[in-house]
Each structure stands twice: as structure tokens, then as C-alpha cells.
């Protein structure tokens, strides 16, 4: 299967506002903030397939990562170079909430393995 990520110069703003306001994909964003490459399976525990592969799919439409195919499982890994051109300050911002504002923690805490 040949998986689409968008050109950095076609990533919106909306989209990408969108896809970080969803709680469970905040946890994995901060996850993927780590700066290395993760296979899906790894990054939340107890979830299902289908539920999972939704995320990715918002997430990888957006730009906010990429999942490159590897194997019989994805390798997923922030997009941090294009969203700070495309964005600067965006990604900094949310993963200072992330880690630092206590309501944004606790929603993200819920997803937490």
C-alpha cells in the first residue's frame, strides 16, 4: 500500500489544528516528540486496530507525521521539520502545553500506557 503524506507547502493550519485537538492524538504526537521513529503498536497500549488506524490516518493527512511502511508494521515519526517552517513556534507551543499546563496534562494523562 502506497500511504499519501502531504507536500509541505500543501499542510494547513486547520488541519493540523484539528488533528492535535483530539486527545489521544495529543499523547501520541507527544510521544513521537521524542524525536525517533515508533511502530504503531508501541505507542498506545489497549486500543483497538481500527481505532488506532484512524489516528494515524488523521494524523499522517494532515502532516503531522510520517508513517513510512516497514515490514508487517509502520514506522511513525514526527514531522517536526516541516511543521516548524510551516509553522513556527506551532509544534514548541502545543508540546510546552502538553508538558507543562496542567488541564492540557490531564487530558493527555488519560491515554497514557
Known amino acids: 500500500?502506497?500511504?499519501?503524506?502531504?507536500?509541505?507547502?500543501?499542510?494547513?493550519?486547520?488541519?493540523?489544528?484539528?488533528?492535535l485537538g483530539n486527545p489521544m492524538r495529543m499523547m501520541i504526537v507527544s510521544v513521537l516528540a521524542d524525536g525517533g521513529e515508533h511502530t504503531c503498536g508501541s505507542i498506545l497500549k489497549g486500543i483497538s486496530k481500527s481505532t488506532l488506524t484512524h489516528h494515524w490516518r488523521v494524523l499522517r493527512d494532515s502532516g503531522i507525521i510520517w508513517q513510512i511502511p516497514s515490514g508487517r508494521e509502520s514506522l511513525l515519526s514526527l514531522r517536526r521539520d516541516d511543521?516548524?517552517?510551516?509553522?513556527?513556534?506551532?509544534l514548541?507551543?502545543?508540546l510546552h502545553a502538553?508538558?507543562?499546563d496542567?488541564?492540557?496534562?490531564?487530558v493527555i494523562r488519560q491515554f497514557s500506557v
Open 1 to 19: 500500500m502506497i500511504i499519501q503524506h502531504p507536500d509541505q507547502n500543501k499542510i494547513r493550519l486547520e488541519h493540523v489544528l484539528a488533528a
Open 83 to 90: 511543521l516548524d517552517i510551516r509553522f513556527p513556534g506551532l
Open 92 to 94: 514548541n507551543a502545543f
Open 98 to 100: 502538553a508538558e507543562c
Open 102 to 106: 496542567e488541564l492540557t496534562k490531564g
